[in-house]
DNA sequence: GTCAACAGAATTGTTGACAATTCGGCCCGG
DNA sequence: CCGGGCCGAATTGTCAACAATTCTGTTGAC
């Protein structure tokens, strides 16, 4: 029981979300959001001494947390030179969602259908939430609702390296579909495909279920092309 | 051309062998070599400060490179209570084993074959020096060939990502897969394998390339099997 | 006017000392 | 003989100061 696959992706999916005990923990959390809710752009440097400040903490602590976004993709650090927000350009992103889809695929087709009860609630229950936050306008949560059904459907592979792996290029193109729970329609188009994977979930439906979650992918990516070629 | 996915695994794969400029990276390579040819063995615990002192250099440098270490999983932390080797159970390994074989062929897929002349004459030279350190019994520099030469081969896939999640998932079985480096049949028939891939990235034989990456997996997977069995 | 070299500022990299935590043994009451 | 709780050693976590590097704006020669 020591090396837990899990444990690449590190606080970010600790499923306890206890008293946070280290300070450093915050401080990635915090900025991950930054970067995920947009707060923080692409290219956007992101200096210690002011995180530091910000934070009222160390600026070792500010250090190991960059180190940490480093790991999982959301920032870059040159040597000497600094951290900024990762800027990943219109083909890099194709190319990361063909990989996303592959990975996707390929725990879809691991996963033993129809899924259990408890499964379902567990979806349902991150599904409604989401749509609470939404209605609320609570964008972090509704962010974090999202990022907890990915969580959950492909952790239901039953592998758990696959699942992290999944999970790791996800949080990395979440830079890009981030900004759509933003937009009111295609917010309800999401949470309606989620309602959708459900039920192909409960009917045992692979292919419907594989369909489904390529589909999902699809406006972000639209939404990346579009402004590619408005803005080259 | 900010966010390189090879960033992801940042000194490992650097193409550049240059001067070694930041000591952290030279505590780094020299532990991922001890852990890659087990000299430090799986849940080998490795404290800061004798590292410090065996590396002649602060305990801060040792940290990042332990951190680094954590990154591609080659070690884990545990908070408060240090580092160690990874140590993943049979179960764990043929899982990870899986995501490898799914990755693998998701990138042979997406090769254009035949390949062309520099990428042939490139994995032939490794391959040749593969030979030519065993020969002379080299075994870091022949666990250097084979890593080269799997980098290589599936970076060819034209998905920076995807070349970047198979490596990545290479080195973390390389804690299984390292020891048979040191069987001398097992290395030969190693190295007859990759000359067979050669010949398929040549004549275009894709299928034929997958099943020869999933084969050449095998024997350090029936290892573990069979010392699982042995050892339960 | 353009470009190279050069200071000075801003920022990151590193060190050593100190604080906090965990782990093992030891004592002691039951 | 055994289990709970204190104590101290070993180890990790954090801080504040210092060194090294990169960046910016300016100067001066051509």
Redesign the pocket.
Same mark, same amino acid.
């Given at each position: 029981m020591s090396a837990q696959p899990t444990a690449v992706m590190p606080s970010t999916s600790a499923a306890t979300p206890r008293a946070e005990? *280290? @300070?450093?923990d915050r401080v990635f959390q915090a900025l991950r959001r930054d970067v995920l809710l947009g707060r923080l752009r692409p290219r956007e440097?992101?200096?210690?001494?002011?995180l530091?400040a910000r934070f009222?903490?160390?600026?070792?602590?500010?250090?190991?947390a960059l180190d940490e976004l480093t790991r999982i993709g959301l920032v870059e650090? *040159? @040597?000497?030179?600094?951290?900024v927000v990762s800027d990943y350009d219109p083909s890099q992103i194709e190319q990361l969602y063909e990989v996303r889809e592959t990975l996707q695929r390929a725990a879809i087709a691991r996963m033993l259908l129809p899924a259990s009860r408890s499964l379902l609630d567990e979806l349902t229950t991150i599904n409604r939430t989401y749509a609470e936050c939404l209605a609320r306008g609570e964008l972090d949560a509704v962010a974090e609702a999202n990022a907890a059904f990915h969580r959950t459907l492909f952790g239901a592979c039953g592998n758990p390296f696959l699942a992290a792996a999944i999970e790791q290029h996800w949080e990395k193109s979440a830079l890009v579909h981030g900004y759509a729970i933003g937009v009111p329609a295609l917010a309800a188009r999401s949470h309606a495909d989620h309602e959708a994977m459900i039920a192909c979930l409960a009917e045992g439906d692979r292919a419907g279920l594989g369909e489904l979650c390529s589909r999902h992918m699809q406006p972000s990516l639209e939404a990346v092309r579009k402004t590619a070629r408005t803005r080259p």
């Open positions: 005990a *280290r @300070p450093q440097r992101l200096v210690e001494e002011e530091a009222a903490v160390g600026r070792y602590v500010v250090r190991a650090r *040159r @040597p000497n030179r600094g951290v």
